[in-house]
């Protein structure tokens, strides 16, 4: 009986994760016809996404509060940026996997960091960090370019096939595509023996410790991992915009993509991707129709979700359809 | 030798400057355990009412500062009813959600109301001629600011310590519920100790409006030097916070002296080496 129900699980799970595959190419394709002109915004919508997306893995999964995420982002960055500028390297996948690469690499070595302390110390770590990278990438300008950034990436055909346009379509395809394969892999990561015992460090590390796990490897495992998702997002970026800049290492960057975490709900993937289309299309309107109250808006709208909707505003919304199901249960 | 000694002298008013703003920013987060981003932006109000009063008003600069301490408690006491005392004992990421929406708040109100540009503090005449030390000369706003670092820690001290609120504050702080059953009325306490931290805010803003300067985003651009502070030194101890501020506005000005090119890199890089050796801060209060 219960094996059935077992099998039964894991089919509603993978039927739910082909739901939220879906919902992500559905809501590409609507924003591919709704904005043709602003394609460009959207590719850096997905790169953020994934910027959000690896927050959520230390942030909503293992409970290690970060600002300085954008560290990672921005390893993957100048990975794909310094390999096509100094090394030559232009095949875009490659590009991809050597921006991944350097974020897991980064993630590993910031993971020793940030997982010294715990609470307020923590969040001073990886806010340092990001700073600290953000310097060194300043001063080390015969690689990065200093405040100039890096440009004259021109990245080739995917395949030999789909040229990178004028209009950006074949970026933002791209960025799709990567965005809908990391979700489904992470999907899985998360549900994983590996993503349970994150969930249980979360709740009581203590407890983790004393049925033997190691609580300091499964972590630095995670953050590595988060790096790898973040670094994606991060090449992502340098390939579609062909320039890469400091901007990309900011701490303003990190601090706007734990908001948009925060905003659409922690722990469960869709959150962070629903706060990060919410974030940036409520700043693209607020700042649109009225720009000098933009940031007053923004902030009201934040203290709006955490007095209303404190789970933020998938969890809150996840939470209210499923009490009513209950109640007509 | 000479360099040293002035280097200490500008470490010593830029530390004492961080110390009184931040010194209520770590009296809410050891004290009230709360993570209060918007500690920089009450801080702002105080420089902007003060700025006001003394330039557009004329009014004295004693005045204009009890103006300003007072205007920000007035401004900070709503708040604290409304936004804050749900936010208490929450998870710290909704504490962190709500405070920078407070800051994004006060950011956009504050570039509506006096508009974007720098605003300064006139200082009475007294503040404005030099001081000579022997190795150099200092302007006595200066003088006046590292004074103003001592006065305030030890008042800070004598009121936590010493005074029956203090006792009633600490018990508080320790278990509020049992504290409350004993007849201390918890969220008078709260209330008190958060307009003393806004009134700090407001007064550190004022004092070292000349070394941070007031404009809309002060409340951003400090928010970090300021959470660096309070971690470093331990939320809640004012001896922690005070050493913090001297060490880490010792480094800073060295660092800007010696190595402008490398910009706040060994700031950050003390402030990694600090906290991974001290992770509760330098003198932290145990949980």
Redesign the interface.
């Known amino acids: 009986m219960s094996l059935v129900n077992h099998v039964g699980d894991r089919r509603a799970r993978l039927n739910r994760d082909a739901i939220g595959a879906i919902a992500i190419i559905a809501v590409a394709v609507c924003g591919y016809f709704l904005f043709p002109n602003n394609l460009a915004l959207l590719t850096r919508v997905t790169a953020i996404a994934l910027l959000v997306l690896s927050i959520d893995l230390v942030t909503g999964y293992c409970g290690v509060a970060t600002l300085g995420q954008a560290a990672l982002f921005g390893a993957g960055t100048y990975g794909a940026g310094i390999a096509a500028v100094h090394f030559g390297i232009t095949d875009p996948i490659v590009m991809l996997l050597i921006g991944v690469a350097a974020g897991a690499v980064a993630g590993l070595l910031s993971g020793f960091v940030v997982l010294r302390a715990h609470g307020l110390p923590q969040l001073v770590l990886s806010i340092a960090l990001v700073h600290l990278a953000h310097e060194a990438a300043n001063k080390a300008s015969g690689w990065t370019g200093g405040s100039d950034g890096l440009s004259g990436i021109t990245p080739d055909a995917i395949f030999g096939v789909y040229q990178f346009d004028l209009w950006g379509r074949t970026a933002y395809a791209f960025g799709i595509v990567i965005l809908v394969v990391v979700f489904l892999v992470l999907r899985q990561l998360v549900r994983s023996p590996f993503g349970m015992l994150c969930r249980g460090i979360k709740q009581d590390p203590v407890r983790v410790r004393a049925m033997g796990a190691s609580v300091h490897g499964t972590l630095i495992r995670m953050y590595a991992i988060s790096g790898a998702v973040a670094g994606a997002g991060g090449a992502l970026n340098a390939i579609s915009t062909q320039v890469v800049g400091l901007d990309s290492l900011s701490f303003t960057l990190s601090a706007e993509a734990l908001v948009m975490l925060v905003l659409g709900g922690t722990g469960s993937l869709y959150g962070a991707l629903a706060g990060t289309l919410a974030f940036i299309w409520f700043e693209d309107v607020v700042s649109a129709a009225n720009p000098f109250h933009w940031l007053t808006i923004v902030g009201a709208l934040l203290i709006a979700v955490v007095l209303f909707a404190p789970k933020g505003l998938y969890g809150s919304t996840a939470a209210y359809l499923e009490r009513r199901a209950r109640k007509q249960a | 030798m000479q360099t040293v000694l002035s280097i200490a002298v500008d470490a010593l008013a830029y530390g004492m400057v961080l110390f009184v703003i931040s010194i209520g920013l770590s009296v809410t987060?050891g004290l009230m355990r709360v993570?209060n981003l918007s500690h920089g932006a009450f801080a702002m109000i105080g420089g902007y009412i003060a700025s006001y009063a003394a330039r557009d008003m004329g009014i004295g600069y004693a005045a204009a500062v009890i103006l300003a301490v007072a205007g920000t408690i007035v401004i900070a006491i709503p708040i604290e009813r409304l936004?804050y005392r749900?936010?208490y004992g929450?998870p710290?990421?909704?504490q962190?959600?709500?405070t920078?929406?407070?800051?994004?708040?006060?950011?956009?109100?504050a570039?509506?109301v006096f508009g974007p540009t720098l605003k300064t503090i006139p200082t009475p005449e007294a503040l404005r001629h030099s001081v000579s030390l022997g190795f150099r000369t200092i302007s006595a706003h200066r003088l006046f600011a590292i004074g103003s670092g001592f006065a305030v820690a030890v008042g800070l001290w004598w009121f936590i310590e010493r005074t029956a609120f203090g006792v009633r504050l600490r018990a508080a702080v320790d278990n509020a519920a049992m504290a409350a059953a004993l007849g201390v009325k918890t969220q008078v306490v709260y209330a008190v100790s958060f307009a003393v931290a806004v009134g700090l805010a407001a007064f550190g803003g004022v004092v070292g409006a000349e070394l941070l300067p007031i404009e809309p985003y002060y409340a951003l651009r400090y928010m970090?030097t300021f959470?660096?502070v309070?971690?470093?030194g331990g939320?809640g101890s004012i001896v922690g916070a005070l050493g913090a501020c001297l060490l880490l506005g010792g480094i800073d000005t060295t660092g800007r002296y010696l190595m402008p090119?490398?910009?706040?890199?060994f700031f950050?890089?003390a402030?990694?080496a600090i906290?991974?050796l001290f992770?509760?801060?330098l003198i932290g209060r145990t949980n």
């Open positions: 987060m993570v936004l749900r936010i929450a710290e990421l909704a962190v959600l709500m920078i929406g407070i800051t994004f708040c006060i950011i956009g109100i570039n509506y970090v959470l660096v309070v971690s470093v939320a090119e490398f910009g706040e890199f950050y890089l402030v990694i906290v991974c992770p509760r801060g």
